[in-house]
């Protein structure tokens, strides 16, 4: 059972408590834009293995919204955060850069 | 290759079975190849079979990281269908499933393909009006299917509960010729007739990175050694965001666990596939006498091949309430594999960014009966750059807005 700490309430969360909410920090693209950064807005996705950061909402619970770090290839979770922000902070990119050396996300990492 | 046949058992019964040969050959990489596959499921390795088949292309190597059929292939549920909803997946599904039919024969291995039949019940007034469009759809492509009232789904499921307390059954979307088939037996029966063509059948060989000369394919790097190769196909499900990286490239599909189990064996008492969409499970019977049982994915990225387990209950809860006497069945194993998941439940059969470089993934939680038609396609595809049958499911679907919505035909996962 994936165990997920809840930055607002701070409630160590079940997952049956919790929605996915898919990957976090998209960069929007709208009206305006080429074709290329509105479908990979919309669609293109990391889709990792390994370091990922993902938007989770506290539905039964508090019921705001929150990001995640976490490792898809082992479940560990490296920390959760606030989502009002549009890159994850230094604090959480430490921590992980002191157990997975060279890890990248994007433009993170 | 030894053909396989009641006179070869009978020979080699003679011999006490030790005239035997290895079913496939397991050769070293050679240097150079026209074409390679990643990925060793049965979508690879159909690929294979049908470039060789139907193209004559035989220099061929299907690479794989554990062991041929170990993905997804070997841990689904083998539920055959082909009542999907858009014309673009009619075709490839039943081209599929009329594959299926006679299969065994075409490669001398039997996939132990069953089509007793498959019903996906409509437990509310828009699963009746939806699946009763679909019926409709299937009459236009050619697919038989019909809508069968409720009493008809209790004379063909009589272990079924229809006067269910939450969700009554109303009718059900019935599809006669669909079915089941040996999961493994499909893997390990196009893997022999590959291996009979010529083709070199690669295991415990991971590929680590795609190498691209001037934006054109040129081999791959593996754990045992380069490999050049004129065109190559990548075809493992899963791991094809983490292919697709390497080729650099980002695909439109994210990669969930989707989970199964089978109970205790017990007699025979459902000699259908029903599959319960509204209420998120779905069952059959093998020949073991196992209910082999299935149902939703979890919500969230993961490569570990291990899903939540609430996932399980809540399947096990709801098929209890529409199949009661079930309630007592001991479970004996669960398990889970990684599914690539699109955002309209329709596959991606397709030329990449990088020229050379084809894609055949996002059969997500229902490929298993897409092989052999998905094979087809495919051969036909790398081999001439087209292909009638995958022409709808390019990757520039997304960019141009031409979705093949079938989320409502995925329903639950199968
Ligand atoms: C629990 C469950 C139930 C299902 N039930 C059904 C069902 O009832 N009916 C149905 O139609 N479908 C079902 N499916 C879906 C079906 O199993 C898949 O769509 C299908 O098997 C995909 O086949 P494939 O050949 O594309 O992938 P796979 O069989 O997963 O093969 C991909 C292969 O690629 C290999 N690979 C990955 N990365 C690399 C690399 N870097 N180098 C070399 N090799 C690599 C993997 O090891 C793997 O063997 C189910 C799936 C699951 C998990
Ligand atoms: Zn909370």
């Known amino acids: 059972m994936l165990i997920l700490h809840c930055p607002y309430c ?9 929605s996915p909410g898919g990957e976090a920090h998209l960069k929007r693209f709208g009206p305006g834009s080429s074709d290329e950064d509105f479908q990979d807005y919309l669609f293109a996705r990391e889709n990792p293995r390994g370091v990922h950061f993902e938007r989770w909402r506290h539905a039964a619970g508090c019921g705001k919204w929150f ?11 490296f920390g959760t955060y606030s989502a009002q922000t549009t890159e994850p902070p230094k604090e959480i990119c430490d921590r992980i850069s002191g157990k997975r050396p060279g890890w990248t996300w994007r433009l993170f990492g | ?23 496939w050959a397991s050769p070293e990489p050679k240097k150079r190849y026209d074409v390679v596959i990643i990925g060793a499921g049965g979508h690879g390795l159909a690929t294979a079979y049908y470039l060789g088949k139907n193209f004559g292309i035989t220099n061929v190597a299907v690479i794989e990281k554990g062991w041929l059929g170990g993905g997804n292939t070997g841990r689904n549920t083998t539920i055959i269908r082909s009542n999907y909803l858009q014309d673009p997946s009619a075709a490839i599904y039943e081209k599929a499933r009329s594959l299926y039919e006679d299969l065994s024969q075409d490669i001398n291995y039997n996939v ?16 009746i009006r939806g699946y009763q469009r679909t019926a409709h759809a299937n009459a236009l492509q050619g697919v038989q299917t019909e809508f069968i009232g409720p009493e008809r789904v209790k004379e063909l499921v009589p272990i079924i509960d229809i006067n269910g307390p939450r969700y009554p059954v109303l009718g059900a979307l019935w599809q006669p010729r669909g079915g089941t088939a040996r999961h493994d037996a499909v893997a390990w029966g196009y893997a022999r007739a590959c291996s009979a063509m010529g083709m070199d059948i690669i295991q415990q060989c991971e590929v680590t990175g795609v190498r691209t000369e001037n934006g054109k394919v040129a081999g791959v790097d593996t754990t045992k050694g380069a490999i050049d190769c004129d065109k190559l196909g990548v075809v493992v499900a899963g791991h ?20 199964a189990l ?153």
């Open chain 2, 262 to 414: 089978v109970s205790e064996p017990i007699k025979p008492c459902m000699d259908v596939v029903v599959m319960a969409n509204t209420v998120h499970g779905y069952m059959s019977q093998s020949d073991k006498g196992e209910m082999v049982i299935g149902g939703g994915t979890d919500g969230y990225n993961n490569y570990t091949q291990r899903g939540s387990f609430h996932h399980i209950e809540e399947t096990v809860r709801a098929l209890i309430e529409t199949f009661p006497m079930i309630s007592r069945l001991k479970m004996l194993r669960q398990w889970g594999g990684i599914v690539d998941v699109t955002g309209d439940r329709s596959p991606i059969l397709s030329k990449t960014p990088v020229e050379g470089c084809f894609i055949n993934c996002g059969w997500g939680t229902g490929g298993f009966k897409a092989i052999p038609g998905s094979g087809w396609g495919m051969a036909e595809l790398m081999a001439t750059g087209h292909s009638p049958l995958t022409e709808a499911f390019s990757l520039d679907r997304f960019k141009e807005g031409r979705f093949i919505d079938e989320s409502v035909a995925a329903g639950v996962a199968h």
């Open chain 1, 67 to 77: 990001h995640a770090a976490r490792s898809t290839d082992t479940l560990e979770v």
């Open chain 2, 1 to 23: 290759m030894k053909r396989y046949s009641a006179f070869a058992i009978a020979r080699e019964a003679l011999n006490y079975h030790t005239g035997w040969s290895r079913a």
């Open chain 2, 240 to 259: 094809s965001g983490v292919l697709a990286e390497k080729a650099g490239f980002r695909l439109p599909l994210e990669s969930v666990a989707l989970q």
């Open chain 2, 112 to 127: 132990m393909f069953s089509p007793r039949g498959v019903m996906m019940l409509a437990q509310t007034q828009h699963e």
């Open chain 1, 10 to 18: 701070g409630v160590d969360a079940d997952e049956t408590e919790l």
